[in-house]
Each structure stands twice: as C-alpha cells, then as structure tokens.
C-alpha cells in the first residue's frame, strides 16, 4: 500500500492560484488512480478531482470544472492540482487519495479509497 504526503496549500486572494503535489511512497504506484478530496468545516469530505491509471481518464466535481487540472507523474510518484480563478468557497482541507482500481475508472465516493494523506489547508480571502 501506499503512503501519501501532500504540500502547496496555503492562503491565496480569490482570483490566485495554487498548486497541490502528492508525493507516494511505497510500491505500485502506477497501479492507483488517483483523486483530490477536500473538506470544509462542518461540510462532509467531497471528491475534487480525480485521474485514472495512466492518465487515461480524468474526472472533476463541477464547481472546479475549467479552473482546477489534475495530473500525474508515475516516474516521480506524484500528483498534482492546479488550481486556478480561486474562490472563497474553495477554501477547505484538501487530501490527496489512491485507489487500487482497473485501468480507465476514477471513483468519486470516499470509502472505496485505501490510501489518504493527511491534508493540506488551503484558504482563499476575498
């Protein structure tokens, strides 16, 4: 199994950008799709974003659609968020999350994730 750390959160302007990286240790990599949660006080934990096994597929919630891109690069164990046009109401915890899965399938449902990591704050001020 795979262990995740995340890093790139912070506190930006709306408007601003940031750029969330997941580093993976451990073996397999390649064989997890991959996907970006996040969670804001009170709120349940919501899927973000989230890339198949050799990027074939990428799937993102619709309020992020055109501002957030989701991508991976197996040979660093690593993915990433770029999130741009930031709003407040982007503001939350984002975790990064690994799903052990068949090629071409990225699951927005938080329970079938095996692998999380601990978290990156990101809060955007207006």
């Known amino acids: 199994q795979v262990q995740l750390v995340e890093s790139g959160g912070g506190l930006v302007l709306a408007g601003g950008s940031l750029r969330l990286s997941c580093v993976a240790s451990?073996?397999?990599?390649?064989?997890?799709?991959l996907a970006w949660f996040r969670q804001a006080p009170g709120k349940e934990r919501e899927f973000v974003a989230g890339i198949s096994r050799m990027s074939t597929k990428t799937n993102y919630e619709d309020s992020v659609k055109g501002r957030f891109t989701i991508s991976r690069d197996d040979a660093k164990k690593t993915v990433y968020l770029q999130m741009n046009s930031l709003k407040p109401e982007d503001t939350a915890v984002y975790y990064c999350a690994a799903d052990m899965v068949v090629l071409g399938v990225v699951q927005t449902t938080p329970s079938v994730y095996e692998a999380w990591g601990q978290g990156t704050q990101v809060t955007v001020s207006s």
């Open positions: 451990g073996s397999s990599f390649n064989r997890y799709a």
